[in-house]
């Protein structure tokens, strides 16, 4: 059975980057799908901020395009979210998941918190 | 960009009632629309795929119709164990997605 988590900080400072990391197992990412990365500030919805695709292409949702960065390491079977430059407005729990157009199965989420 | 309008954005209904949540792009997207179920603290969970398909599980009083612009999200039977906010996804021009707002569903 497919599994993803994540991990990182949980307090960022305003200005410094976020970096997170999601770990898959039971499936190995350079076998297909995309992986994507998905916040949810508190008390609000769900926004996509961007995808790569098993081969490494990179899809990044437009307004938050000039901050983040996705990448992969196929050797620990896991990718990453960098989004720079944040600010409070970036506090949110962060999901990891795997999709084809469908989003599953999801990682826990994890909360970032933006503040000084 | 395309954009999503979910209604109502919450509703309260009894136990074994019949609840229907509207869902509208602001362009045709086919039958290319998911919906998800989020209990408070937990990830999203995908209910209904390419608008009317049933995931793998899922109980068969959630139901979805639709295509183009225009879809809707049916619980036959409330449960207790369905008090959620039901989120509905496009995803015509993969791997580029929106969501709906959101309706918060509550037992009356």
């Known amino acids: 059975q497919v599994q993803l988590q994540e991990s990182g900080p949980g307090l960022v400072k305003p200005s410094e980057t976020l970096s997170l990391t999601c770990a898959v197992s039971?499936?190995?990412?350079?076998?297909?799908?995309?992986w994507g990365w998905i916040r949810q500030p508190p008390g609000k919805g769900l926004e996509w901020i961007g995808s790569?695709?098993?081969?490494?292409?990179?899809y990044y949702n437009p307004s938050l395009k000039s901050r983040v960065t996705i990448s992969v390491d196929t050797s620990k079977n896991q990718f990453s979210l960098k989004l720079s430059s944040v600010t409070a407005a970036d506090t949110a729990v962060y999901y990891c998941?795997?999709?084809?157009?469908?989003?599953?199965?999801w990682g826990q989420g994890t909360l970032v918190t933006v503040s000084s | 960009d395309i954009q999503m309008t979910q209604s109502p954005s919450s509703l309260s209904a009894s136990v074994g009632d019949r609840v229907t949540i509207t869902c509208q792009a602001s362009?045709?997207?086919?039958?290319?629309l998911n919906w998800y179920q989020q209990k408070p603290g937990k990830a999203p969970k995908l209910l209904i795929y390419?608008?009317?398909n049933l995931e793998t599980g899922v109980p068969s009083r959630f139901s979805g119709s639709g295509s183009g612009t225009d879809f809707t999200f049916t619980i036959s039977s409330l449960q207790p164990e369905d008090i959620a906010t039901y989120y509905c996804?496009?995803?015509?021009?993969?791997?580029?997605?929106?969501f709906g707002p959101g309706t918060k569903v509550d037992i009356k």
């Open positions: 790569i695709y098993h081969s490494g292409s990179t």
């Open positions: 998941a795997r999709h084809d157009g469908r989003w599953r199965p």
């Open positions: 996804q496009q995803y015509d021009n993969l791997p580029r997605f929106t």
């Open positions: 362009q045709d997207i086919s039958n290319y």
């Open positions: 390419d608008a009317s």
């Open positions: 039971g499936y190995s990412i350079s076998s297909g799908y995309y």
